[in-house]
């Protein structure tokens, strides 16, 4: 079978809808064909697509901030029964809504921040949280919503990191004048960022990889799966309980 031919009308809806974050092939018509990062986000999902179930038939999906709907596409691929994206960017939503289209895959898109998760009322079978962390003021509210309100079991989580590789293995609690963990490279710091970085104003707080580990497992999240850098399949679990410090030591 010969490939398609050219098609004028959705390349002039493609381009109205410009600039695209993620690289999709409509109908053979890439969206980002000059993406600096290459042939984006599909050449990192080749890297941990392993980590996620093959069969995900019957099952329901929630891809928070979901760009152009690369994730919510493949999810739908894999047989899930409900796929919902939300993003507060509408171009990205009118993006996703022709990707979905184009695709004849069908999504649910919401235009709403993750810090309004519990509007939805439902909780999902699998979360996709990636590159969202770290444009957020609040990040670790955010992953104490969705713990709360929306993971039903699975949640896909990935942020970019800077700074140390290693992952500190703290004491359950350290005395007030000892100042030695926070000089450690390898402990959990999340690094604020005041004006920008790599040109763009949303980037608040990157972690190291310990304040990305940190962070889940405080917000109740058991990681699974550590497939590639920056990258985890995590289980909703307990969350740990809050200890109070006796009154002679609060400061």
């Not at 939300?86 to 649910?108: F, H, K, M, N, W």
């Not at 790599?198 to 889940?216: Q, S």
Request: charged fraction near 25%; proline fraction near 9%.
């Amino acid at each position: 079978m010969s490939a398609p031919g050219p098609n004028p009308a959705l390349s002039a809806r493609i381009a109205e809808l410009a600039p695209w974050f993620q690289n999709m092939t409509l109908n053979g018509i890439d969206t980002a064909p000059e993406h600096p990062l290459g042939d984006y986000p599909r050449f990192k999902w080749q890297g941990f697509r392993h980590a996620v179930p093959e069969d995900l038939t019957g099952l329901s999906v929630l891809d928070v901030g979901c760009n152009a709907g690369f994730y919510a596409i493949e999810m739908a691929r894999r047989g899930a029964a409900q796929v919902v994206g939300i993003d507060s960017d509408p171009r990205y939503l009118a993006q996703a809504r022709l990707a979905a289209e184009v695709s004849g895959t069908r999504l649910e898109l919401h235009r709403m921040s993750v810090y309004d998760i519990a509007r939805l009322g439902r909780r999902f079978d699998l979360v996709i949280f990636m590159g969202v962390l770290y444009h957020l003021r609040h990040p670790l509210l955010a992953l104490d919503l969705l713990w709360e309100h929306a993971v039903g079991d699975m949640m896909l989580f990935q942020s970019m990191q800077r700074g140390s590789d290693g992952v500190a293995r703290p004491d359950p609690d350290y005395p007030f004048e000892d100042e030695s963990p926070f000089a450690r490279d390898d402990w959990p710091r999340l690094h604020f960022i005041e004006h920008r970085y790599a040109r763009d104003p949303t980037n608040w707080f990157v972690p190291n990889r310990a304040a990305a580990e940190a962070m889940l497992r405080s917000s109740g999240f058991r990681i699974d799966a550590h497939p590639e850098p920056e990258v985890y399949l995590c289980r909703r679990a307990e969350r740990p309980e809050a200890v109070e410090p006796p009154p002679e030591i609060r400061v």
